[in-house]
C-alpha cells in the first residue's frame, strides 16, 4: 500500500475536515470567552515528518501538547499544539488575566486550563468530524505535556509513521483584539481506521491511485 | 585548529562522523538515539529511530527510521570511515512516553518497545551498551561526542547527563 498522501483527493477531503474542525473549535472558543474570536483560513499542510518542528519553532522550542485518544468507530489520536507564549495568551484571556510566575516553569492551574481548553477544541473538531462522517467518534480524557517541541511532536510522528513518511497538520490561528494565538491539530486515525474514514467520506476506491 | 563540526541527526535519519566531530539529535521524544562508537578510531554513529521494527510495517522503504534496518545501515557506514564491527559499544537515550493514560493502549508503549527493541538488537550484534538515559515522560536533546565518546543528555526541567 502507498502513501495515502499520494492521493490528491485524499488530501482535499483531509483538508475540508481540517476546515471544518478548526471553524468550530473557533466558534466553541468564542463561547467560552464570551469574546469575539477571529480565525485565520486555516492552512492545511502535509509535511515531511523531519520538516514538522521547525513549522513550530524548532525541535527544541517548549511546546504544550494536549493529547486524545478517539474511540468509537474509528480508532486513533488527536493531538492540539500550542507554542508557549500562545499557551500563556489563552490562559490570560480564559482566567481573566491569571499570570503563571515563574518565568520556565509552567504551573498546575495554568495546566489545568490549558487541558480545558485542549479538550473543548479537540471535542468540537471531533464532533465536526462525526458529523460529517456520520460515524460515532468521542475522544478520550485529555492528558497534557509541555516540553521540547520534538520530543512532543514525535508522538503523532511515530503513529503516521507506521502508515507514511509525512504528516497532516492543520495550522489554525485564532486572534482576539490584539492577542494572537497559534494552535496546531494533529489528527492520526490508526491504519485500519483511515479506510473507515474515507469510505464514510465516500472515497471508497483511493488506492494506487 | 581543527573547528569541532556539530552535525545534526533529523527524526528517522542517521550520521557518522570522525574525532573531534560531534552527532546531535533535538527533541528525542518517545524516539530513541542510538550512538555507536568504536574508541580506537574514534568513528563515531547516531541514529534516531522512530520504530522497532520495518517488517511489521508495510510503508518500510526509510531504513533510518526502524530500529533493526537503522543499526545494520549505521554500522556499515561506520564501517566506511574505519570502524571495526567487534570494537563498537554503544550507548542508547530516548524512549520516553510523553503523554500519561490509565488504560493500556499499545501505541502509548511505544518509547518502551524501541527501548526494547534497539537492546535485543544491539545484544543479537553483540554491541554492549556502555551506558542509557531512557524512560520518563520528558524529551531528551543528546550530544555524542567523537573525540572521547561521551554523550550529553540535556532535558527541559530534568537536568544535563553525561554519560
Not at chain 1, 491504519?191 to 465516500?202: F, N, V
Not at chain 2, 585548529?1 to 521524544?29: C, F, W
Request: proline fraction near 3%.
Amino acid at each position: 500500500m502507498g502513501g495515502y498522501f499520494d492521493n490528491n483527493i485524499v488530501i482535499d477531503i483531509l483538508k475540508e475536515i481540517g476546515n471544518i474542525g478548526a471553524g468550530n473549535a473557533a466558534t466553541a472558543l468564542a463561547k467560552m470567552l464570551n469574546k469575539r474570536i477571529d480565525m485565520n483560513v486555516p492552512k492545511v499542510n502535509v509535511l515531511d515528518i523531519s520538516d514538522v518542528p521547525a513549522l513550530i519553532g524548532g525541535p527544541e522550542t517548549l511546546v504544550t501538547g494536549v493529547y486524545f485518544k478517539i474511540e468509537g468507530d474509528l480508532d486513533g489520536s488527536i493531538m492540539f499544539v500550542l507554542d508557549i507564549n500562545s499557551s500563556q495568551t489563552l490562559v490570560k484571556l480564559l482566567t481573566s488575566g491569571y499570570q503563571n510566575n515563574k518565568d520556565n516553569e509552567i504551573d498546575d492551574f495554568t495546566k489545568s486550563v490549558l487541558q480545558e481548553i485542549g479538550n473543548i477544541l479537540s471535542g468540537s473538531y471531533i464532533s465536526s468530524l462525526s458529523s460529517l462522517t456520520g460515524l460515532n467518534i468521542k475522544i478520550s480524557i485529555p492528558s497534557i505535556a509541555i516540553d521540547m517541541a520534538g520530543a512532543i511532536l514525535s508522538v503523532p510522528a511515530i503513529q503516521f509513521g507506521q502508515i507514511s513518511d509525512k504528516i497532516l497538520i492543520i495550522e489554525t490561528e485564532f486572534i482576539e483584539g490584539s492577542d494572537n494565538v497559534k494552535g496546531f491539530f494533529f489528527l492520526v486515525p490508526d491504519y485500519d481506521s483511515y479506510d473507515i474514514l474515507l469510505k464514510s467520506l465516500g472515497v471508497s476506491d483511493y488506492e494506487g491511485k | 585548529m581543527k573547528e569541532n563540526k556539530v552535525i545534526k541527526v533529523g527524526m528517522a535519519d542517521l550520521n557518522t562522523t570522525t574525532a573531534p566531530g560531534i552527532l546531535t539529535t533535538l527533541g528525542l521524544g518517545s524516539c530513541v538515539g542510538i550512538c555507536l562508537y568504536d574508541p580506537t578510531t574514534k568513528v563515531a554513529g547516531m541514529a534516531h529511530i522512530m520504530l522497532p521494527d520495518s517488517k511489521k510495517i508495510k510503508n518500510n522503504s526509510n531504513k533510518a527510521k526502524f530500529a533493526d534496518t537503522a543499526i545494520d545501515w549505521l554500522i556499515e557506514e561506520m564501517i566506511k570511515k574505519g570502524a571495526r564491527k567487534y570494537r563498537l559499544v554503544s550507548k542508547i537515550a530516548g524512549g520516553a512516553q510523553m503523554f500519561a493514560f490509565m488504560n493500556k493502549n499499545d501505541m502509548m508503549k511505544i518509547g518502551e518497545k524501541n527501548v526494547i527493541a534497539v537492546k535485543e538488537i544491539l545484544s543479537n550484534l553483540n554491541i554492549p551498551i556502555v551506558a542509557e538515559d531512557t524512560g520518563g515522560n520528558y524529551g531528551r536533546t543528546i550530544e555524542f561526542y567523537s573525540e572521547n565518546g561521551i554523550l550529553l543528555v540535556k532535558t527541559i526541567g530534568h537536568g544535563i547527563k553525561e554519560l
